[in-house]
């Protein structure tokens, strides 16, 4: 999967091999908002790995990909096991203030762990 960020989008393109050729077969793209427009380059590109690896991961869950970016430093994103901030998904937060005392009938999940369990980090 190749992403891009640019000063008002961010894209993605998901290839795959076939017979030894790097063939496109899916494309993903959307306008920041004004805050995300906002952002840093760094940031920016951030942002496009992560709405491209929400955008399909129902392609890539259960399959080894590549990423590729043109940001550099982007490259200390293969060092997180769980990620915190900005760069964890809305699954894998702790239960919100309001949320703190109330009894849920649906049990807690934690996607970071259960992903484990069936792929392993993606390469980067």
Known sequence: MDTDASDVAVGAVLSQMID???RPIAFYSRV????QRNYCPTR????AV???LQHFCHYLLGSHI???TDHHSLKWLKTFRK?????A???S????KQCIGKTFTTPWIDEFERADEIIAPPGV
């Open 20 to 22: 030894g050729v790097e």
């Open 32 to 35: 920041m908002n004004s805050a």
């Open 44 to 47: 920016r590109e951030l942002l």
């Open 50 to 52: 992560v709405a491209a």
């Open 66 to 68: 590549i990423l590729r």
């Open 83 to 87: 990620p915190e901030g900005i760069l």
């Open 89 to 91: 998904d809305g699954v």
């Open 93 to 96: 937060r702790p239960i919100c």
